[in-house]
C-alpha cells in the first residue's frame, strides 16, 4: 500500500512539472528581416507630373511632327526645366483661343507657347521669369512696297487672333478694322499671303524667320520697324499658384546657369 501510494504521488509530481514546463515555454516571434543595407526602407517620393497646355503650331517654339509628337524650343526648354525642378511634364496640344481659358478651368497645370508676358495676362495667370526676347516681325511678298509699319495702313494684314501681334495691328489700323484678317495660327496667315488673301503678316520675329527659312520657294521677306517693342516669353500657371511656379523658376534658374539652355538655344536659333 505504501509502495502504491509513493508510486502514485511520484507521478502526480511528474505530471505537474511538465505542465508548467509546458505553459512557460513560448516559442519567440521571429525578428523581421533586415532590409537591404542594413537600413528601413522608405518608399521613395512620388514625382508630381502636370499637365501642360501648349498651341502645337507655332514652329520653331512648339509644332507637330511627321509621328504627331509634339516638339520644338519650348518643349525642350520645359522639359529640362522640369528635370531640374524635380517634376514631369505631359504636353497637350490645346489651341490658342482656348489655351487661357484652359489655364484657368484647371484642365492645364502650366501653359508654355511663346506666350508673351502683358500686364493685362498678369491679371488672370501668374508667369514665370522670362526665358525668351522676341518682337514682332512684319512678312511680305518679295516684290512689296511694304518698308515699315505705318505702310500696313490701307493694307489687307493677316494676324493670329489674340496675339500681340493682333495687339499691335488693330492699334494701327482700329480693332473692328475690315482690314484685319485673324487666323486660327501664323503659319495659317502666312498660307492666305500665298493665295494672295492678304497683303502682310504681323507675329512674333521666331515664328516669321523660321517660316519664311524653310519656305523659301513661296517668295517671302521679311521687315522690321523700329517701333516694335521688345517682348518677353513667360510659363504660365494658375493665378496664385505658388507651389508649381517656384518648381518652374528653380528649374529654369538651373539650366540657364550649367549652360543646358544655351545648348537648346543653340539648337533652334543658331549660335
Known sequence: MKKKGLLTLAATLLLGTAL???GASKTPAPAPAPSQGGGTSTPAPQ???????TDAAYAPFES???KKEIVGFDIELLTAVAEKGGFKVKFVNTPWEGIFTSLKNGDRDILISAITITEERKKEMD???PYFEAKQLIAVPKDSKIAKFED???KKVGV???TTGDDVVSKLLGKDSKDIKRFES???ALKEMVNGGVEAVVADNGVVINYVKNNSDKGFKTVEDA???KEFYGIAVKKGNKEVLDKINAGLKKVKEDGTYQKIYDKYFGK
Open 64 to 66: 507637330e511632327n511627321d
Open 186 to 188: 501664323t503659319p495659317l
Open 47 to 53: 514625382v508630381k507630373e502636370y499637365i501642360v497646355g
Open 227 to 229: 517701333s516694335f517693342e
Open 20 to 22: 508548467a514546463g509546458c
Open 152 to 154: 500696313l495702313k490701307g
Open 127 to 129: 508667369f514665370s521669369e
Open 160 to 162: 493670329q487672333t489674340g
